[in-house]
């Protein structure tokens, strides 16, 4: 129908939050703008990470090459990347991608003087920046000091006599250009499950049938009532897509026992974050970026270079 709207307001509701952690539901929308989403999150969401290291004394075991792999892959803290110049557009050090704007300088200067192996970790490292550091994986927590995530990620260790001098420069980067950049660990997102049962053909089975039935699925989906001997959902989440008990109802003579679909435009998220920043804020971040490549589409001037660019959805973006 001509001059119809199929714009769509999607709603996000949140499960559970942790700073390295999230859980959510996206609905109202589907799978193309749900997979952008999640593609986003993890490989164009900037985060600042160790980019150049110039070794001033190294007498470790390990070689130059080899620490400053290392070193850009401790995640570092990133809640100011959104804000800071990508080195190449930077204008205020010509591109070279050392001043304020655009990157931040460490500093690691570790000797080992006893006989006791030093371990030499991202707590060594220190920042010009005080806002851009090595994310804490204690959580603050005095307790955990002695342990290993308190210790912070060990880059190197040192005998008696070993030295390790260097200077890092740490810039703004995207995990498709790097995977160190990446901000998430993992991102995923599932339909979310609608299951119907057919009470008939349940009541028709017995006891022994229906424990079989639910026994059959390889996660804790169903669950039987002791008493009235009923089965009911108690987890259409951890349904995995995998047909087991349908398989099972046709084995068993009962067809159309469970009928389960998916939602076609509800999605639930999982978000884990590398720490580089909140995952809440890794969620904002991605829709900001989401909606910032959708303007650029829509507000394109050169039509040419965006169809080239975006083909039909730029054309259909301008209304053409």
Not at 18 to 42: C, G, H, P, W
Not at 93 to 101: K, V
């Amino acid at each position: 129908m001509e001059g119809a709207s199929y714009a769509r307001m999607p709603r996000v509701k949140i499960r559970e939050l942790k700073d390295d952690y999230m859980k959510f539901e996206l609905r109202d929308t589907d799978a193309s703008v749900a997979n952008a989403l999640r593609r986003v999150m993890i490989s164009e969401v900037p985060t600042i990470a160790i980019d150049l290291v110039e070794i001033e004394v190294n007498s470790s075991v390990l070689n130059d090459e080899f620490i400053a792999h290392r070193l850009g892959l401790i995640p570092l803290t990133s809640e100011r990347a959104m804000a800071m110049r990508f080195s190449r557009d930077c204008d205020a050090c010509d591109g070279d991608g050392q001043c304020e704007y655009c990157s931040v300088e460490f500093h690691l200067r570790v000797k080992c003087m006893t006989d006791q192996t030093l371990d030499v970790t991202s707590k060594d490292l220190y920042s010009s920046d005080h806002t851009v550091v090595p994310v804490d994986f204690s959580g603050g927590d005095p307790s955990s000091v002695e342990s290993a995530d308190g210790r912070g990620i060990i880059i190197v260790k040192l005998r008696r006599g070993q030295e390790l001098r260097l200077r890092a420069i740490a810039r703004k980067g995207i995990g498709k250009d790097h995977a160190k950049w990446s901000p998430a660990a993992t991102v995923t997102f599932m339909y979310e499950p609608e299951i119907h049962i057919n009470e008939d053909l349940m009541e028709s089975l017995s006891l022994e049938e229906k424990k079989e039935w639910i026994d059959s699925s390889p996660t804790r989906v169903f669950d039987i009532d002791p008493v009235t001997q009923q089965v009911s959902v108690v987890d259409a989440e951890a349904y995995s897509y995998d047909d087991e008990v349908i398989k099972k109802a046709e084995a068993m003579g009962k067809p159309g026992l469970v009928e389960i679909t998916a939602k076609q435009d509800s999605f639930i998220f999982t978000v884990e974050s590398t720490g580089a920043v909140k995952a809440s804020q890794l969620l904002l971040n991605a829709i900001e970026i989401v909606k910032q490549k959708l303007d650029a589409v829509r507000l394109s001037e050169d039509t040419v270079e965006a169809d080239d660019q975006f083909g039909e959805l730029g054309a259909h973006m301008r209304g053409g």
